[in-house]
């Protein structure tokens, strides 16, 4: 009588065994996941993105009488506060400053500048101006004209941050920022 067969190895159901406990141990590892993600409480915070410049002006700002100030003084007073002024251009229009035509008023005086701490990278353009306006008519007349331009542009990235007190407009910092806290200071 002929020995029995040799016994066949069934490589396929091992293969079927191994793959069906590697999906089993995947669903649980993933499971454990969600439920450890699912039992942890995430609160979400909005922050909107303005840099301010950490130094808050002191009272080193000098008092100028009504009608007796200029962006010379004011910018010194931006010194003498600590902020900074980088390349400052005192023949620069708010119509150039934008690239765009936003006003007919004229102003008595005006300064573009960088602003560092709103840099992110290389800073090469003006972020900032600052114009004094011959009468607080002139500047409110102008501060409309900003306000009307944004609302014209508003789908553009041509919206201006303004604040007008007094006499002066500051364009291209925050409401918050050290710089208006000044110019609210100084401009009547």
């Not at 454990?32 to 979400?44: C, D, N």
């Not at 007073?77 to 765009?100: C, E, I, M, R, W």
């Amino acid at each position: 009588m002929p020995p029995p067969p040799p016994k066949v190895k069934h490589p396929i159901k091992w293969r079927i065994v191994v793959i069906c406990a590697f999906i089993v141990v995947l669903v649980a590892a993933s499971l454990i996941g969600v439920f450890t993600l699912a039992s942890h409480t995430y609160t979400s915070v909005q922050v909107t993105p303005t840099k301010v410049p950490s130094v808050i002006p002191t009272t080193a700002t000098t008092q100028i009488p009504t009608q007796q100030y200029s962006v010379s003084t004011i910018v010194q007073d931006f010194h003498a506060d600590n902020l900074p002024v980088v390349q400052p251009n005192y023949s620069q229009n708010l119509n150039t400053f934008v690239g765009k035509q936003v006003t007919n008023v004229s102003t008595q005086s005006e300064v573009s500048f960088i602003d560092p701490t709103l840099c992110n990278g290389p800073c090469d353009v003006g972020g900032a101006w600052l114009g004094v306006y011959n009468s607080l008519t002139d500047a409110e007349t102008a501060d409309n004209d900003v306000k009307n331009f944004n609302i014209y542009n508003s789908n553009t990235p041509y919206v201006l941050t303004a604040s007008q007190h007094g006499r002066c407009i500051l364009v291209g910092q925050p409401p918050t920022s050290a710089y208006v806290l000044v110019i609210n200071t100084v401009c009547t």
